[in-house]
């Protein structure tokens, strides 16, 4: 199991803990049931309106979760934050290659991790 804290400077910081079952959920569903307020519009992957910044408790971990979605590449693509590079390189070693993600797709994995909000 993971924690994760959400922080922001528009909020006090939060940290959850990652309850069994929760690898199955997104940041923006945990972020949803704790009270978290993350921007989101789409929910589907589509708009970016859900960008957060997120990196590892444990700096030398770069895994940050799920690797990124088909939705995540075009829409982070779209707004500049990964390069083409970055994702033809995430293909060869199944390393996340972007601190930025999108919280309605993102899902957790057995990692503590810190969700940076508003992230724009
Ligand atoms: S809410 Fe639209 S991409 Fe996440």
């Given at each position: 199991?993971?924690?994760?804290?959400?922080?922001?400077?528009?909020?006090?910081?939060?940290?959850?803990?990652a309850v069994a079952g929760s690898h199955k959920k997104t940041i923006l569903e945990i972020a949803?049931?704790?009270?978290?307020?993350?921007?989101?519009?789409c929910g589907d992957g589509q708009c970016g309106t859900c960008l957060v910044k997120v990196s590892s408790v444990k700096q030398r971990s770069k895994r940050m979760g799920h690797p990124l979605t088909e939705r995540e590449i075009a829409v982070l693509s779209e707004m500049g934050k990964i390069t083409k590079a970055q994702v033809e390189q995430m293909?060869?070693?199944?390393?996340?290659?972007?601190?930025?993600?999108?919280?309605?797709?993102?899902?957790?994995?057995?990692?503590?991790?810190?969700?940076?909000?508003?992230?724009?």
């Open positions: 199991m993971a924690n994760i804290t959400f922080s922001s400077v528009l909020h006090k910081d939060k940290t959850v803990y949803k049931e704790s009270h978290v307020p993350i921007d989101f519009s293909a060869i070693d199944d390393l996340v290659p972007s601190e930025w993600r999108l919280a309605c797709q993102m899902v957790m994995r057995d990692e503590d991790i810190i969700v940076e909000y508003p992230s724009r």
